[in-house]
């Protein structure tokens, strides 16, 4: 099978001048594959930041966890010793019960924990779970007139997964009540514009399966190759992809490099149509991936992602994370210290004191 691609084939010399819709054609398949390009530039990246993260930032998170984990568990030996006043044991109490909890929504099947966390909470964990998802079963009842109810609901998982098939549901009623109404003719021409631009994919496709189709292939190599352009181009025809279907013509030598120059003015529009979609979606969906990374990962909207961008985002992280673990290891050292542990307390109690004067 040929290598060839559209976007990389030179642009014969032609004895006429190019129509406005070639030209549209052939910019449009150039915009597709710069977009190809930056999405697989973009690929690369989040794929070297997360290996960079889990090499330098995952094992600080879990010395953080160890180490916060160590300081629940000391605590509640702690409190197992005489000579606390009843203030003191209360403010150990609630120190046990806000680091637990805070172990706890990222690990909620550490028995350990969760059992010293039922033992000081005036509420379980399930309990307090349960809580907060009936609160949230209220929320989308009282703002997205959701009633969840009835639902068979035991996590917030779950709730979203609701939440998110009820609009899915809603949308597609107004979708056809939307149809029930007299389409104008603006948008009868535009159905059936799409129409006919599906049909036109269609064509390529069955010319595509009928010429690659594996099973009438006899040598084992070449037929794992034809089933691997086959899942191509299956997946191309499914979302509307031209640009890869016409390539795959091109490879199977079915078109020639300059195919452009002989597709008819309707056809051609048509083409032109479905390029300005495919570009639109990946335009879109790239830029969707980008500010979702931003949004995670606290970067300001609009800035360029790059190398050394994510570095410094690395390097933030695993230096916030190591402050956190100096800190937390310094309260570990004085739990360690009754005498110092009950002067925290004392000057923790005078602190709230003058703040509620205040």
Avoid at 164 to 174: G, N, T
Avoid at 219 to 231: H, I, P, Y
Avoid at 257 to 282: T, W
Avoid at 337 to 344: D, M, Y
Wanted: proline content about 3%; hydrophobic content about 35%.
């Amino acid at each position: 099978m040929s290598g060839k691609s559209l976007t990389h084939v030179r642009r014969p010399v032609a004895r006429t001048p190019s129509t406005p819709g070639q030209d549209r054609f052939r910019y449009l398949i150039d915009r597709i594959e710069k977009i190809r390009h930056a999405r697989a530039e973009w690929d690369t990246l989040v794929v070297a930041f997360k290996i960079s993260d889990a090499e330098r930032v995952h094992p600080l998170r879990a010395t953080l966890k160890q180490v916060t984990r160590d300081t629940v568990l000391l605590i509640d030996r702690l409190l197992d010793q005489k000579g606390w006043s009843r203030a003191d044991q209360g403010a150990l109490k609630d120190v046990a019960c806000h680091t637990a909890e805070a172990l706890l929504r990222a690990d909620p099947h550490d028995v350990e924990i969760r059992t010293i966390f039922d033992r000081y909470s005036s509420l379980s964990f399930q309990d307090m779970k349960q809580e907060e998802l009936e609160s949230l079963k209220q929320d989308a009842k009282e703002h997205m007139g959701i009633d969840l109810d009835d639902a068979n609901i035991e996590s917030e998982d779950d709730l979203v997964e609701r939440v998110y098939e009820h609009l899915k549901d809603e949308e597609a009623r107004q979708r056809e009540t939307s149809a029930e109404h007299r389409k104008s003719p603006g948008q009868q021409r535009a159905e059936a514009s799409a129409q006919t631009a599906k049909q036109f994919l269609r064509e390529i496709y069955r010319k595509l399966a009928s010429a690659v189709h594996p099973d009438r292939e006899t040598d084992a190599v070449r037929r794992a190759e034809k089933t691997e352009l086959m899942q191509q181009i299956n997946r191309a025809y499914a979302t509307n992809d031209l640009l890869t279907l016409l390539d795959a013509q091109l490879r199977l030598e079915l078109i020639d490099p300059d195919h452009v120059s002989k597709i008819s003015g309707k056809r051609l529009q048509q083409f032109n149509r479905l390029l300005s979609q495919q570009l639109e979606a990946a335009t879109a969906e790239l830029r969707s991936l980008q500010d979702a990374f931003r949004m995670d990962h606290d970067l300001p909207h609009g800035r360029a992602i790059n190398v050394q961008g994510l570095h410094l985002v690395t390097q933030r992280r695993a230096r916030e994370l190591r402050a956190h673990i100096h800190q937390q290891k310094r309260f570990l050292e004085m739990l360690a210290n009754k005498s110092a542990t009950k002067r925290w307390l004392k000057e923790q109690r005078r602190f709230e004191n003058s703040w509620q004067e205040d």
